[in-house]
């Protein structure tokens, strides 16, 4: 029996079933992550160089694209390597960091649709005090709310798993999730596993009933509007934000907010792929890129560029 004073690095034993297909994948899943990435600094780039998209809504998807830069690296770099090594070796350290990080990440993820949707529900439901309560100073509280309010609460069972003694070092998944990690522990983590699910239940369903209760006084307010155009758009831009709400709740809760006896690491695997990879990449396509100003500075931005790419040397 091995504690956690002699493991120096875990095994993650990745994807068993499909050793095959290990190249396959890691080409579709560099090409999802290279799409990630370019999108998201697109955004970034247009929010922070053109004034038409200085707005708090435009602010919170820059702070969004970030995170989504941040999330999708913590676990697809390593995951990538992965698929390319044939030891698929992680240090205890390392190991412990990912864990953190991805749920740190994933904590600032839920507050920040919390932020985002009270966002929505000023622009609409208080239109003529919008400017004076989302004012610059109270949007960059609320940005650093979610990243110091995420800090501590993550930090704690990051250093309870860190502590605890391990008898292998086999890790059923392509990171260090909370799940396999426990299951690889030497002694009873029944309790454990319980406040984890309390922990993640605390934040996942709080800030679903925050957002959703947000989300249906702007739908209210929405339906009450007499123009079918006003209508229209409104519904265009909360059609997006439930669209990614939906998404990150749902596989969340799934993988999550659930008791540990109906967990399938597998079934997970293919979820937590989703997640990583998935919610990153549409993020920029859904909030952004369908927003009619921010094509509208896309184009302009893209024809500033044509004539230097066509000038002859």
Known sequence: MRNQTSMIEFTLVSFPSVQELQILLFLILLLVYTLTITGNIVIISLIWTDNRLQTPMYFF????????????????????????????NIPFAGCVIQTYFYFFLGTVEFIFLEVMSFDRYVAICNPLCYTIIMNSRACLLLVLGCWEGAFPSVLCPTIVVSRLPYCTEEISHFFCDIAPLLQAACIDTHFIEMISCFLSSLVVLTSLVLTTVSYTYIIS?????PSAQGCQKAFSTCTSHITVFSIAYGSNIFMYVRPSQSHSLELDKVTAILTIMGTPLLNPFIYSLRNEKVKEVLRDAVNKILPFLHRKP
């Not at 690296?73 to 390593?78: Q, R």
């Not at 307010?221 to 509007?225: A, H, Y």
């Open 61 to 88: 998807l820059n702070n969004l694209s970030f995170w989504d830069i941040l999330f999708t690296t913590t676990i697809a770099s390593k995951l990538l390597a992965c698929l390319l090594e044939e030891k698929k």
């Open 221 to 225: 307010t929405i339906l009450r509007i």
